[in-house]
């Protein structure tokens, strides 16, 4: 079955380490996104990318990396410079074209301790 | 900037009874997005909207589009306890280059009571 696939489920982080969740989609999807959910509050978009080896800064980058090496990956990196990123994270993909929808992976639940 | 404002961002009712969750956005778009989500969970998409005038319903959910008025509508009917969640509605514009991109609300945390 194609879908979006994040790891891991749960995640722990020490202060001043980088650490790396990972989205792989098997849907041939063109694009990816990344969004970031706080207790309580909507999703926010911190990277989206086209096309392999392209990608913009969503609204809440800073403090964030990423790559888009192949169609299929879209890692996110959480560093040092992102001073409070406990969160619950979200990867989404999309089909090209004005009336498909998204498709969001199930999420990794990021806690620093 | 584009704004998307949802309300009430709670909502208790009992059941058997009809509520309406409103979704208003700040800048010109048609497509639009309803999702739910449960505790702990990812999103469920429930309705794409994809015109001025649009609604759908799925069983006691039924959404509708007013673009002129940057309006969507989540409507409940006879609600039950299964519907108790998280619902979201978000907004679908281009990004930069050709990728388009969602703006959410801030979620309206909705709980049917006996």
């Known amino acids: 079955d194609g879908g979006i696939t994040q790891s891991p489920k749960y995640l722990f982080r020490k202060e001043g380490q980088n650490v790396t969740l990972s989205c792989e989609q098997n849907?041939?999807?063109?694009?990816m996104y990344w969004y970031r959910q706080d207790p309580g509050q909507g999703l926010r978009l911190i990277y989206y990318s086209q096309i392999v080896n392209d990608f913009q800064k969503g609204d809440i980058a800073e403090g964030y990396s990423v790559s888009r090496e192949k169609k299929e990956s879209f890692p996110l990196t959480v560093t040092s410079a992102q001073k409070n990123p406990t969160a619950f994270y979200l990867c989404?993909?999309?089909?090209?074209?004005?009336?498909?929808?998204?498709?969001f992976g199930s999420g990794t639940r990021l806690t620093v301790v | 900037e584009l704004k998307v404002e949802q309300n009430p961002l709670f909502l208790s009712m009992q059941e058997g009874k009809n509520y309406t969750i409103y979704c208003n956005y700040s800048?010109?778009?048609?497509?639009l997005y309803w999702y739910r989500q449960d505790p702990g969970k990812s999103l469920e998409s429930l309705f794409v909207l994809l015109s001025n005038g649009a609604v759908k319903q799925e069983g006691r959910l039924m959404a509708s589009l007013d673009t002129k008025a940057r309006l969507s509508t989540l409507h409940i009917t006879a609600a039950v306890h299964d519907l108790s969640a998280t619902y979201f509605c978000a907004v679908d514009r281009m990004g930069t280059g050709t990728a388009s991109k969602l703006t959410f609300g801030t979620g309206t945390r909705l709980q049917v009571t006996l």
């Open positions: 849907l041939n999807h063109d694009a």
């Open positions: 800048t010109t778009s048609d497509r």
């Open positions: 989404a993909s999309k089909e090209g074209g004005r009336n498909y929808g998204y498709t």
